[in-house]
């Protein structure tokens, strides 16, 4: 047992933990040595001296503060106990102090060069830095949804060389590498992560989405092999790609091609619609669209509209979503599938749960024709 302890001592005792652990022990040691050599050195000349007295004196003496309510009145007591006593404890703080700025200046260099693995759970990584304003606005946005501004957030790209002080101030950390890489992400945290985000590396290169979709591919990958669902968002540079990205299994598919182009041309038939969609697609005022899925299933349409446009809270259901399609003006006799989801503006997806449970209460059974 002690043999293989000291072979596992001997293979890790080059880092910085085991330094200093090492460096403890023996501080303890030799201060349970001195203080026996001191009671023993003493005890003649100063009977009333215990076990603990001596050392106690020990570590006052290793650390040099010298309390002075103890001390050797012996020649032996003070040259060949003290003295050795002084230098040794010196010497081992010196050592663990220099260990310990070591160690801190070592974690400081790591995270700073994106070189670090991150231990965080429930949080979010970016993969891509197409701009670091884009990354911070992100990582707000999600802050915000969650009601947690210290939501730990990682960026992995291989495009920073070093952390930049906008992350930094942001509280935003930084794993530099491939996020096509399986080691990348995992030293990113992504099996531990309540989300992902894939953005396109640069919009104009058609390359991009084959890196998105390798890296949505590894999540997903990485997921299967652990015990938490991971959300996975990845932003499309060509529309002409969409298929192929569909096969990632990803939660969500963000077109970068075309989006802003309808946007302009709805604000040139309808001014401020601007701000409607901003008010929309953030989490910071208003309300928020919701895709939900609920229990009304066989139920039309139309009643849980009414319903919850007469609930307490701020919601409008505004659509359903099917097999993929969003369908925001269905007909008037459309009953709800127990696949289908709900499309709903609401100021909070609690919202939503409390019309849910509060109508089927009300009314248990599904209306009859």
């Not at 359903?320 to 997806?349: N, Q, W």
């Amino acid at each position: 047992m002690i043999l293989l302890l000291i072979r596992r001592w001997s293979c890790q005792r080059h880092k910085p933990v085991v330094r200093v652990g090492t460096a403890l022990l023996i501080a303890l040691a030799l201060n349970l040595i001195f203080g026996a050599a001191f009671l023993t050195a003493e005890s003649g000349r100063q009977p009333e001296l215990g076990f603990w007295d001596s050392v106690w004196w020990s570590m006052v003496t290793m650390t040099t503060v010298g309390y002075g309510d103890f001390f050797p009145k012996t020649f032996f007591g003070r040259f060949f106990v003290a003295y050795p006593c002084m230098l040794l404890g010196i010497g081992l703080i010196g050592y663990s102090l220099g260990v310990i700025v070591e160690t801190l200046m070592e974690r400081f260099n790591k995270r700073r060069k994106g070189t670090a693995t991150m231990h965080f759970e429930n949080h979010l990584v970016i993969c891509q830095c197409p701009s670091v304003s884009r990354v911070i606005q992100l990582v707000e946005q999600f802050r915000t949804a969650h009601a947690d501004p210290q939501r730990p957030a990682v960026c992995v790209t291989n495009q920073l060389d070093e952390l930049p002080l906008e992350f930094r101030e942001k509280s935003i950390h930084f794993v530099k590498g491939l996020p096509t890489s399986e080691e990348t992400l995992l030293r990113a945290g992504v099996a531990n992560a309540t989300g992902v985000i894939i953005l396109a590396r640069d919009i104009s290169d058609e390359g991009s989405d084959a890196e998105s979709f390798t890296a949505g591919t590894l999540v997903r990958l990485i997921e299967e092999s652990g015990t938490r669902s991971i959300s996975v968002v990845i932003e499309l540079a060509r529309r002409q790609n969409l298929r192929m990205m569909e096969r990632a299994g990803a939660d969500g598919i963000v077109p970068a091609e075309g989006i802003t182009d309808m946007l302009l041309t709805q604000e040139m038939f309808n001014p401020g619609l601007r701000h409607v969609v901003e008010n929309l697609a953030t989490h910071d005022t208003g309300c928020e669209f919701y895709i939900v899925p609920h229990r009304f299933g066989g139920r039309a349409l139309r009643e849980i509209q009414r319903a919850a446009l007469d609930h307490p809270s701020n919601l409008q259901i505004v659509g359903v979503l099917r097999d993929g399609a969003a369908l925001m003006t269905p007909d008037k006799s459309f009953r709800l599938g127990a696949t289908d989801k709900l499309i709903l503006l609401a100021e909070k997806r609690a919202d939503y749960d409390a019309f849910e449970t509060t109508h089927l209460n009300n009314h248990p059974q599904p209306p009859t024709e």
